[in-house]
C-alpha cells in the first residue's frame, strides 16, 4: 500500500462564482506545491428555502473527517439562509478534522475573514469626497453575518460625519441582481431624496445600476452607485462599479495554509483577517486617472537614472493595483524590466513582458483589466527623452492591443464553450428521450464528450440503497481513457472508487445527482478546463438518470439509427483530436512488442541451427530484417516525440542516409529528391533522433511548396564544411552569435512557391500556420533543435522561384578512427533465477526462453500483482527481475516499489516499448537497476542482465 497523501476539502455552495473559483485555484496551487490531494465539493447554500437545493447538500454528508485531513468551509457564501448557530453546528460536524472558516467568524474554529471595518472607506469617500448626504443602503439577507457587520459598518460611518440615516432608505436585495434591481425600483417609488446607493455587494449595486438607467437617471451625476467585491462584471458595466475589492486569491492560500499548520499541531490564531481595498471607478463620480502621450508635450527634464525610475515605477504600479497572492508575485518588477529592455532597443520586450504575465498568472478578464491600467499608470508616469516618444507610443499602442486580443480571445472561448455545450446537451436532450437507450450507454457518451472538453478524470457514481451509504460506480475516464471495467461499489464517504486511486496526488471536484426528493449518486471530476460545462452536466446528468428509469421498458425501433449515429460523431472527433504523434508512438510501442518475440525466438533458432544447415542463410536474413524494422520503429518514436534525447558523436551524411528511403516515400510523387554529401565529412555533436525530426520537417514543408505549385519539382539535400564568420552569423537565427570557425553545414533547397517576406519573419514562431488546420509548431521545433545543438539556421527565399534553409554546426575534433575492440559479454551467464514479468503472452515466454538460454531459470508473471505475489513466495530465490512498465493493474513501476518494500536487494530492469526517456515520465521514485528498451536480442538482454548481476555482486562484496 501506498502511503496516504494528505487530503483537503474545500466546501462551496458553487463552482463557477469568482469567489469559488479564485479561492479554488489559490488553494489548488497551494495543494500542488504541497503534494496534498483536493476534493472541491460543490452543494447548495445551507437552509436554502428551495428544496432541491437541500436534495443537492446531501453530498456534504459524504465528507469523512476521518478520511479527510482538513476541510475548508466557505461560510461565507453558504450562510445566506442560516444564522451563526447553524454554521456553527455544521463546522464542528466535521471535526476531528482540521478546519478553517472563510467568511464567518466560527467558535474555536480558525476563521480568515474580510476586515469589513474597511467598508467605511468607500461611505467615507462618498461623503467627504463627492459631498453626499442622502446615501441608501442595499443589505444582504438579514441572516447573513458579513451582510450585517457591513452594514453596522455603514451606520457608524454616517454617524462619525453627524449624518442621520432614513429608514426609508434602506432596502433588502438578498446579494442578488434581480432583488438588488427590485430594491433600488423600492426607493425610488418612495420618493426620498437619494444622491449615492450603497450596496452590500457588486451584484446589488449592479442590479440598481439596471434600475436607475431604466428610469432615467444618470449616473453618478444624479446618484452616485457602489459595491462591494470587486467581480468580474463590475470592471464592464457601464459605468464601471466604484468597489471593495476582495483579495480572494490571498483568502485561499492564507486559508490553506492555516489548515496545515493545524493538521502539523500548531497551535493558529482563531482570527485572521485580510483588508479589501477601495477602487475608484466612474460611478462614484470618480475618472480614470489621465493619459497623457509619454509627457510628449511636457517641459523636457532630465530623467533620472534607470534603476531610480525603475523603483519609482514599480512602487506605482504596486501601490495603485493590487495583483495579490503567490501566483501573481514579481509581476510589477516583471513588466517594468521588460519596459526598459524595449526601450533600450530589445524589439517587443514589452508585449512579450505582458504575455509572460498574461500566462504565468490566474486568467481573467478582470487580469487583462488591472494590466491595462497597469499600462496607463506607467504610460503617465515614465520619463523619456522626445525622441524615444514615437517608440514609446508604438510601444503602448502594441501593448493595448495584445491585452484586447487576450480578451477577444477569453470572451471567444467562453462563448464557444457555452455554444459547444449547448449543442451537446440539447443534441443528448434529444437522444435521452428515446426509450431504447440504456442508461450506461448515455452515460458514456456524456464521458466521451467530456474527454473532448479535456477531462483527464472522472466517475459517475449512483446510490445502491435508500440510506445512501454506498455507491456503485458505472462509467468512468482515467488518465484521457474509459475505463474498460468501471463498476466497482464502495462506501460513499470515499467519494470515488479504489481504481481511480494511486500514490500520485489527485484534485477531484465533486457534484451531488439528484431529482426532485431522491439522491441519486455522484460525479466527480478532475479540475479541467471545461468549469463551466460541469454544474450543467450535473444538472443534465440528474435529470437524464431519472427519464431513463422512467422510459427504460419503451420500443426501441430507433436503437440502430442512434447508435450509427453516434459511432460516425465519436470517430469525427477521434479524428480531430488524434495527432500523428501520438497515433506514431502507439504504432511503435506495438510494434517494439511484437518485434521482441520476433527477435528473441530467431535468435533461439539461430542458436540451435547447425552450422552446416541451408536454412541458416534465410534465419539469418529475418534476423537483418527484424533489425531494420527496428530501426524503422525508432524513427517512428522519434517522429512522435518519445525517443530518448541522447547527445554523440554524429555524422549529418549517416543521419541523412539512414533517412533517405523514408523522406523518398514522404514527399509527393511528383518531387524528386537529390542528395549531394560530402565525402568524409567531419562529426558533430547530437542527437540523432532530433536531426532525423529537422530534415523530415524540412523536406515534407518544401514537398508541399512544390506540390502547390502543381508541377514537378527537385529538393536538394546538401552536407559539406563552410568556414563562416561573425558576419554571417549576424544574418542567422541563433541562440547567440556564434565564434567564426569551421562548420559543418546542411542545406535543404527547393523550386517551390517560396515565402513572402512578411511570412518569412514569422514562420519560426509556435502556432504560427499558413496552411489549413496546422499547428504552426514544425519549423518552432526545428529552431528550437538548432538551437539546443548551438548550431545557427539562415533562410533565404524567393516567391515563385524556391527557398534554402541551410543549418550550421558546430563540428568536432578529429579523433581516432582506429577500430576499437568492442566490450564483450557472455550469452552464458550461469545458475540463478530471475523472474520475468510482462502482460504479452508471447513477449514473456520468449523472453523467459532467451534467459534459459543464458543459464538461468525462470519464473513468470503477467501483472504487477502476480509479480509481488511470486516475490513474498520465494523468498530469497529471485536473482533479478525483468518487468514491462505498463501492465494493466498494478504496473511495473508500481510493482518495482512494492517489491523493494519486500526485498530491497533484488535487482529489478525495467523494459517498454518506449524509450527510457518516455518511460521516466512516470517519474517513479524507486529507480530500477537498468532500463532495456524493447526489442530486444539475445545480445542486448544478456548484456544488461550481466552487467546487472555483476553490480549486485560487485555491491555485495563491498
Not at 34 to 52: A, I, T
Not at 81 to 91: A, E, K, L, T, V
Not at 875 to 896: E, W
Request: hydrophobic share 40%.
Amino acid at each position: 500500500m501506498h502511503p496516504r497523501k494528505r487530503t483537503i476539502a474545500v466546501l462551496s455552495d458553487s463552482f463557477l462564482g469568482e469567489y469559488q473559483t479564485l479561492i479554488r485555484t489559490s488553494v489548488e496551487a497551494f495543494a500542488k506545491t504541497h503534494d496534498c490531494n483536493l476534493q472541491f465539493v460543490v452543494g447548495r447554500e445551507l437552509d436554502s428555502p428551495l428544496f432541491h437545493d437541500q436534495v443537492q447538500n446531501g453530498i456534504f454528508e459524504q465528507i469523512d473527517p476521518v478520511l479527510t485531513d482538513g476541510i475548508i468551509i466557505l461560510t461565507g457564501a453558504l450562510s445566506n439562509y442560516c444564522g451563526p448557530g447553524r454554521i456553527s453546528q455544521f463546522c464542528n460536524h466535521y471535526r476531528p478534522a482540521s478546519i478553517c472558516s472563510v467568511g464567518i467568524a466560527v467558535p474555536e474554529v480558525p476563521s480568515v475573514l474580510i476586515r469589513n471595518p474597511s467598508f467605511g472607506e468607500l461611505v467615507e469617500h462618498l461623503i467627504t469626497v463627492h459631498e453626499k448626504k442622502h446615501i441608501a443602503f442595499l443589505g444582504g439577507p438579514r441572516s447573513n453575518t458579513e451582510a450585517q457587520q457591513r452594514r453596522e459598518v455603514f451606520l457608524e460611518t454616517l454617524r462619525a460625519h453627524h449624518l442621520l440615516f432614513d429608514l426609508r432608505l434602506e432596502a433588502c436585495g438578498e446579494f442578488l441582481v434581480h432583488k438588488g434591481f427590485e430594491a433600488t425600483m423600492q426607493l425610488l417609488s418612495k420618493n426620498v431624496p437619494m444622491d449615492a446607493i450603497v450596496a452590500a455587494n457588486d451584484d446589488m449595486a449592479i442590479g440598481a445600476l439596471t434600475a436607475l438607467q431604466q428610469e432615467g437617471i444618470r449616473i453618478p451625476e444624479d446618484i452616485a452607485v457602489t459595491g462591494f467585491d470587486d467581480l468580474c462584471e463590475s470592471r464592464f458595466v457601464s459605468p464601471r462599479l466604484t468597489t471593495m475589492r476582495q483579495p480572494f486569491e490571498t483568502i485561499g492560500d492564507k486559508a490553506a495554509s492555516l489548515l496545515w499548520r493545524q493538521m502539523d499541531g500548531e497551535t493558529v490564531p482563531l482570527i485572521t483577517e485580510v483588508s479589501p481595498r477601495l477602487v475608484l471607478r466612474r460611478s462614484c463620480g470618480c475618472r480614470p486617472p489621465a493619459l497623457r502621450p509619454g509627457n510628449r508635450n511636457a517641459t523636457h527634464k532630465e530623467p533620472a537614472t534607470i534603476e531610480t525610475q525603475k523603483m519609482q515605477l514599480e512602487a506605482v504600479l504596486l501601490t495603485q493595483i493590487k495583483l495579490a497572492g503567490k501566483a501573481y508575485e514579481g509581476w510589477a518588477s516583471r513588466l517594468v524590466d521588460a519596459l526598459f529592455q524595449e526601450l533600450e532597443g530589445e524589439k517587443n520586450a514589452f508585449t512579450s513582458g505582458l504575455r509572460e504575465i498574461l500566462s504565468s498568472c490566474i486568467p481573467g478578464p478582470w487580469l487583462i483589466d488591472e494590466l491595462h491600467t497597469a499600462i496607463s499608470y506607467l504610460r503617465s508616469q515614465l520619463q523619456i527623452k522626445p525622441e524615444q516618444a514615437e517608440t514609446v507610443e508604438d510601444m503602448w499602442h502594441r501593448g493595448r492591443i495584445l491585452l484586447f486580443d487576450s480578451m477577444a480571445r477569453l470572451h471567444i472561448d467562453e462563448r464557444l464553450a457555452l455554444i459547444r455545450t449547448n449543442k451537446i446537451l440539447v443534441m443528448r436532450s434529444l437522444d435521452s428521450t428515446r426509450p431504447e437507450l440504456s442508461r450506461n450507454l448515455l452515460l458514456k457518451e456524456i464521458i466521451h464528450e467530456l474527454l473532448t472538453v479535456g477531462v483527464r478524470n472522472a466517475v459517475i457514481s449512483v446510490f445502491t440503497n435508500e440510506s445512501c451509504q454506498q455507491l456503485e460506480s458505472v462509467v468512468a475516464i482515467r488518465e484521457g481513457r474509459p475505463v474498460a471495467d468501471s463498476q466497482q461499489t464502495y462506501p460513499s464517504t470515499q467519494l470515488i472508487p479504489d481504481f481511480m486511486r494511486s500514490n500520485e496526488r489527485n484534485s477531484y471536484v465533486y457534484f451531488s445527482l439528484a431529482s426532485g426528493e431522491e439522491r441519486l449518486g455522484i460525479l466527480a471530476l478532475d479540475g479541467g478546463n471545461a468549469g463551466s460545462y460541469y454544474e450543467m452536466l450535473s444538472e443534465y446528468l440528474s435529470a437524464n438518470i431519472k427519464l431513463i428509469t422512467l422510459y427504460q421498458d419503451q420500443q426501441r425501433k430507433f436503437r440502430f439509427e442512434a447508435r450509427e449515429r453516434q459511432r460516425a460523431l465519436e470517430l469525427q472527433h477521434r479524428q480531430k483530436l488524434e495527432s500523428l504523434g501520438v497515433l506514431a508512438g502507439g504504432v511503435a510501442h506495438d510494434f517494439n512488442n511484437m518485434l521482441s518475440v520476433m527477435a528473441g525466438n530467431l535468435d533461439i533458432i539461430h542458436m540451435e541451427m547447425p552450422e552446416e544447415d541451408t536454412m541458416r542463410e534465410p534465419l539469418q536474413e529475418c534476423r537483418n530484417t527484424v533489425k531494420r524494422a527496428t530501426g524503422l520503429v525508432q524513427q517512428l518514436l522519434a517522429y512522435s516525440g518519445k525517443s530518448k534525447f541522447s547527445v554523440a558523436r554524429t555524422n549529418l551524411n549517416a543521419v541523412i542516409q539512414d533517412l533517405e528511403d523514408f523522406l523518398k516515400m514522404a514527399v509527393s510523387k511528383n518531387v524528386r529528391l537529390k542528395f549531394q554529401l560530402t565525402h568524409e565529412l567531419p562529426d558533430v555533436e547530437a542527437d540523432t533522433a532530433q536531426l532525423n525530426q529537422i530534415f523530415v520537417n524540412l523536406v515534407i514543408n518544401a514537398s508541399e511548396a512544390i506540390e502547390e505549385l502543381g508541377r514537378e519539382g527537385l529538393i536538394r539535400v546538401e552536407t559539406t564544411t563552410t568556414l563562416l564568420d561573425e558576419d554571417y552569423f549576424k544574418r542567422t537565427i541563433s541562440q547567440e552569435i556564434l565564434q567564426s570557425g569551421e562548420y559543418v553545414v546542411a542545406r535543404i533547397i527547393d523550386n517551390g512557391t517560396g515565402i513572402d517576406k512578411d511570412t518569412l519573419s514569422q514562420i519560426f514562431d509556435p502556432f504560427y500556420t499558413t496552411k489549413f488546420g496546422g499547428r504552426g509548431l514544425g519549423l518552432a521545433a526545428v529552431l528550437g533543435i538548432v538551437r539546443g545543438h548551438r548550431g545557427s539556421i539562415l533562410v533565404d527565399s524567393q516567391l515563385g522561384k524556391g527557398t534554402t534553409f541551410e543549418l550550421a554546426f558546430p563540428l568536432l575534433p578529429t579523433q581516432d578512427d582506429s577500430p576499437r575492440k568492442p566490450v564483450s559479454r557472455p550469452t552464458q551467464i550461469g545458475a540463478g533465477t530471475i523472474l520475468i514479468v510482462d502482460d504479452e503472452k508471447a513477449v514473456l515466454k520468449a523472453g523467459a526462453r532467451l534467459l534459459q538460454k543464458m543459464g538461468f531459470s525462470t519464473l513468470e508473471a503477467q501483472n504487477g500483482q502476480q509479480a509481488i505475489h511470486l516475490v513474498q513466495d520465494f523468498p530469497d530465490v529471485i536473482n533479478c527481475i525483468l518487468m514491462d512498465i505498463t501492465m494493466p493493474g498494478i504496473g511495473g513501476i508500481a510493482a518495482m516499489s512494492e517489491i523493494r518494500k519486500i526485498d530491497a536487494k533484488i535487482p529489478v530492469v525495467l523494459t517498454s516499448g518506449y524509450s527510457e526517456e518516455s518511460a521516466e515520465q512516470e517519474d517513479y521514485k524507486v529507480k530500477p537497476a537498468a532500463f532495456l528498451q524493447k526489442p530486444y536480442n539475445l545480445e542486448s538482454l544478456a548484456g544488461i542482465i550481466y552487467d546487472v548481476m555483476h553490480l549486485q555482486e560487485s555491491n555485495i562484496h563491498n
